[in-house]
């Protein structure tokens, strides 16, 4: 299990309803083995806690964006600057496109915000209690879908669902090779990879199979 030198499993909360953060933060704080380091209510401020602490967990709101980007792209900020954090997701909905998309992103839970004190504290024991587990407390209908969406093709890997994201946005492979710091070579291949797990024959139509199963949201 990670943890400070305390023995304490460090959290930012990054959340906009100040209520809720107060509530979660004086619940986890009585944990013996837990501490809130930072909380903040945007996702560019929750971005500056993650660099700074380093935390253990990130429980993130789902609709928490950077400024003129998606909440994609705030997990992919907090997972560049803070790799080894675990981040959960809560939400009020628990959309399947968005879930599958947010895991396939690298995040480790999606927590409905009506869970109990206890569950959500015992998922976050969970994700940091090795380095593959992952946590979903959603409604059978949402993970009905998730399911049969992953049995519907070939499991794309977190890399390419990565840039599968960043083509939808109409992103060129140097773009894209810039975006993730690898090389456009190896953007190439992985698009070539998508291609052939989708059935696809060009961007644009692994974008639109990729959307029809849910593997990522349309973009606008």
Do not use: W
Request: glycine share 6%.
């Amino acid at each position: 299990m990670q943890a400070d030198r305390g023995g304490l499993l460090r959290i930012v909360l990054i959340d906009d309803h100040t209520l809720l953060r107060e509530v979660v933060r004086e619940a986890l704080d009585t944990e013996p083995d837990m501490a809130v380091v930072g909380d903040a209510a945007s996702g560019a401020s929750g971005i500056l806690h993650c660099k700074n602490e380093q935390p253990d967990v990130v429980l993130l709101d789902v609709n928490m964006d950077v400024p003129g980007g998606s909440v994609i792209e705030t997990v992919h900020a907090i997972r560049s600057i803070s790799p080894h954090a675990r981040i959960l997701m809560v939400s009020m909905h628990d959309d399947p496109v968005l879930v599958r998309q947010l895991l396939d992103c690298g995040v480790r839970g999606y927590l409905n915000k009506s869970v109990s004190r206890l569950d959500l504290i015992s998922s976050i024991r969970a994700v940091c209690a090795d380095d593959i587990r992952i946590v979903l407390h959603v409604s059978a209908d949402a993970l009905t879908h998730i399911a049969s969406a992953s049995n519907e093709t070939e499991t794309l890997t977190r890399r390419e669902l990565e840039i599968l994201i960043l083509v939808s946005k109409a992103m060129s492979n140097r773009q894209i090779s810039r975006r993730l710091a690898i090389a456009e070579g190896t953007v190439k291949r992985h698009l070539g990879t998508i291609f052939t797990k989708l059935g696809a024959r060009s961007r644009l139509d692994a974008v639109n199979k990729a959307i029809s199963i849910g593997l990522i949201a349309r973009v606008g």
